[in-house]
């Protein structure tokens, strides 16, 4: 089956010269002939391996540590543990103010402590001349532990959650009208249980360092989506300067967040690194990526809605428990979509935290949205089913036209028009509605629907534009490319804004000595470089502008300016005012003219983040940003054995402005591949007795392979947001919002059997 189909062209008007179109991607050539090099595959000459030795209990002490089987294996050159490990400084302490100290994965300060915080936290490594020497070794270490109580049961710990505290950045609670009381008038009304499990980020490419020291300089080739946090976040454990660390990092295999936060592995191969004096490479084992990168929370989830007979909702309570690492980790913004899908009388959401002797949680594909929309978009069906509307008319007449919650307006809201294109290019009007009423032969099939939502953001980011005499244009910017094709963006974007062809412009990215770009998270990588990158664009223009004037021989020269400013490929090439950038260099005597946006001094970089809260506080209060959709699906399930297979997806979204129709659209799927696993496969596996994952690979953990995966037909509206650069929303995570909710309603719609607990395996069918 294929994965590729016809995308809806974006509307005349959001795109420019080049944005807009399906461009293949820059490096797509170097990464399908394996020219482009991922972290593990940088040689260095004496390169040594390294490998873990993880815990086997869950909260305790190490009383014993035995090594000389390991370091008698030929070719092992150090067993590294807590009695010999050198010192390194804490995780720095957690604050707003300090963007960077959020990287800390786990507060646990590796090798230089003997206690024991989860089961699989790293109590030994082993360094050897090659990998299987250090795996091989690294079996052979014994540990003793003194074992401590544990508390490592999310669904045991659930009564005694505590309410999330709100802080600059996210809130725990919101409120309008009082929504119990609402409920209990409500003449229809559902309340229901929804529970999602743990989840782990399974990149194509699992987590791997290669660490190197030259006398106190260190270079670092990681996969990450910061490579400045990265490098902040070594800087303060090895108590050297971040200018004397360089962070490399120009592919990185996938990570959906799994590569933000700094977490063992990183730490231990420069530990490793010093400690032998020599090159040191980790690449974790799959296995080594479950016992340390922490995954998604799992949730205990409660909706409640009533609506009147009119079908329209009087009461919305969402409240979510979910669970942190008393080691580290954060609240997932489970309720968020809750303050904004539906206008109902009265809203409540309340988000609670469960902390256990577990490895922290992370941040993962749409952290909160994406299992927080499984329980809301279940619940509306349901409560459509109960008044005996179409689910699509019932979201319809509780379309909001403002944010429920506090009337903020939306900067970008189609949801409507998403619905709309969604329900036409599926075929929504051939469902009958009756559960179990569609067949195709033996399997029953069903049709369900759900909103997509996220919302938008954006980081600083400092931006360099280098115009050179030769024609071409070099844009450097430290973000990040794990898959999404972020640079083919930049280049379309400075290409149009500069009027030059696309092939005139190189983007340099991925490495801490560049200007700082944003992390590449919630979805605001693309349009936080978008913002600077046009505003460099624009500053070269002028300055190019002001070079010519002063330059005689110019056409321009003397020339008033006010009505040349500079459009989209139209001032400098032809059919322009005759004059071109490599004349006005050439004229002037000058190789090229650089442009910077943002400061990477001290001062520059504090002005930057201030600005940044600032501006992210400003824009929180004026509007409600964020990306939405329609998720369609059809399914198919077995009678006799349950089995679900998903036959046919529609995904239409409003995600402003698309930059890169090819690259967009992969993004989307991505997502809904990614929620299809979440619905029916993906399921952490946690001993309830000791805290240890049982399916740290693979072969027990499923993610959905090609066979499982329909043709997903990707649309969107195209039309452009005017409170974001270019228009632009933002594609990395909305797409797997809603999915599992579709699935479910549509499971629901096959067999009339409601599944409120991820994932959908056909053991629930039954
Ligand atoms: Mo995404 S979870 O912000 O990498």
């Not at 030994?124 to 091989?136: G, K, R, S, W």
């Not at 913004?333 to 469960?354: F, P």
């Not at 008033?560 to 139209?570: I, P, V």
């Amino acid at each position: 089956m294929t994965l590729t189909q016809a995308q809806s062209p974006p509307r005349p008007g959001a795109s420019g010269r080049l944005v807009g179109k399906p461009i293949d991607r820059v490096d797509g050539g170097a990464k399908t002939s394996g020219a482009a090099r991922y972290a593990a595959e940088y040689p260095y000459p004496g390169l040594a391996y390294a490998a873990l030795v993880h815990s086997t209990v869950a909260r305790g002490r190490i009383t014993g540590i035995e090594t000389a089987g390991a370091a008698a294996v030929p070719g092992v050159l150090a067993v590294i543990t807590h009695e010999n490990a050198p010192a390194m400084k804490p995780a720095p302490p957690m604050s707003v103010l300090n963007l960077s100290s959020l990287a800390t994965g786990t507060r646990v300060n590796y090798l230089n402590t003997d206690e024991v915080h989860w089961n699989g936290q790293p109590v030994a490594v082993v360094v050897a001349e090659t990998q299987d020497a250090a795996l091989h070794a690294a079996t052979l270490v014994r540990v003793t532990y003194e074992e401590f109580a544990a508390t490592v049961g999310f669904t045991a710990e659930e009564p005694n959650a505590k309410p999330q505290k709100s802080d600059m950045l996210q809130s725990g609670s919101a409120s309008k009208g009082d929504a119990e009381a609402a409920l209990a008038a409500a003449p229809v009304s559902v309340d229901l249980r929804f529970t999602t499990p743990q989840h782990n980020h399974n990149a194509i490419e699992p987590h791997a360092t290669t660490a190197v020291w030259d006398g106190d300089r260190l270079t670092v080739h990681e996969g990450t989506q910061n490579v400045a946090w990265v490098r902040d976040h070594l800087a303060a454990r090895f108590g050297i300067p971040a200018g004397s660390i360089r962070v490399i990092s120009p592919y990185v295999g996938g990570a959906f967040g799994g590569k933000t936060m700094v977490w063992a592995g990183t730490i231990l191969t420069v530990l490793a690194a010093r400690v032998t004096g020599r090159p040191v490479r980790m690449m974790l084992t799959r296995e080594g990526v479950y016992r340390t990168v922490g995954g998604r929370t799992p949730s205990a989830q409660r909706v409640a809605l009533g609506a009147g007979a009119d079908g329209r909702l009087t009461s919305l309570i969402h409240t979510s428990v979910t669970q942190v690492g008393r080691v580290g980790g954060g609240p997932e913004q489970v309720t968020s979509q809750s303050r904004h899908l539906y206008d109902a009388g009265a809203i409540l959401v309340r988000q609670s935290l469960v902390e256990l002797d577990t490895l922290s949680n992370t941040i993962m594909r749409a952290p909160g949205e994406s299992i927080g929309t499984f329980a809301l978009e279940a619940a509306v069906d349901e409560l459509a089913y109960k008044l005996d509307l179409d689910p699509i008319e019932f979201r319809m007449r509780n379309e909001p036209e403002r944010n429920p919650i506090d009337g903020k307006r939306f900067a970008h809201r189609m949801l409507r028009e998403a619905y709309a294109l969604g329900a036409e290019r599926f075929g929504w009007s051939a469902r009958t509605p009756e559960p179990g009423s569609m067949r195709d032969g033996r399997w029953l099939v069903g049709m369900g629907v759900a909103s997509a939502y996220h919302p938008s953001w954006q980081l600083p980011a400092n931006v360099t534009v280098r115009l050179s005499a030769d024609g071409t244009v070099l844009v450097r910017c430290g973000f990040h490319e794990m898959g999404m094709g972020g640079a083919t963006a930049q280049a379309q974007i400075a290409a149009d804004a500069l009027g030059v062809p696309f092939e005139a412009v190189r983007v340099e990215y991925g490495d801490s000595v560049l200007p700082t770009g944003p992390g590449a998270g919630g979805s605001g990588q693309t349009a936080s470089v978008a913002a600077s990158l046009l505003t460099a664009c624009e500053k070269l223009k002028r300055s190019m502008l002001a070079l010519a004037r002063r330059s005689s021989g110019s056409p321009l020269r003397g020339r008033r300016l006010n009505g040349l400013r500079a459009r989209d490929g139209g001032l400098w090439t032809e059919p322009g005012p005759g004059e071109t950038y490599a004349a006005i260099l050439a004229r002037a005597g000058r190789p090229h003219l650089e442009v910077a946006v943002g400061s990477d001094t001290r001062v520059g970089a504090m002005v930057g983040q201030a600005r940044f809260m600032a501006k992210f506080l400003r824009d929180r209060r004026r509007w409600m940003k964020a990306a939405c959709g329609a998720q369609f699906c059809e399914v198919r399930v077995d009678p006799d054995t349950g089995e679900v297979r998903v036959s046919r997806w529609v995904g239409a979204f409003d995600v402003g402005t698309v930059i890169n129709a090819k690259t967009a659209a992969a993004q989307l799927r991505g997502g809904i591949v990614m929620g299809i696993g979440m619905a029916l496969s993906e399921e952490t596996l946690v001993d309830p007795r000791n805290g240890r994952i049982m399916n740290p690979g693979l072969g027990e953990y499923h993610v959905p392979v090609h066979a499982d995966i329909p043709p997903i037909d990707v649309c969107y509206l195209g039309d452009p947001d005017p409170t974001m650069p270019l228009g632009l929303i933002g594609v990395g995570e909305v797409g797997i919002t809603g999915v599992a909710a579709a699935i479910a309603n549509a499971v629901h719609h096959a067999t009339g059997r409601r599944v409120r607990d991820l994932p959908i395996t056909l053991d629930k069918l039954l």
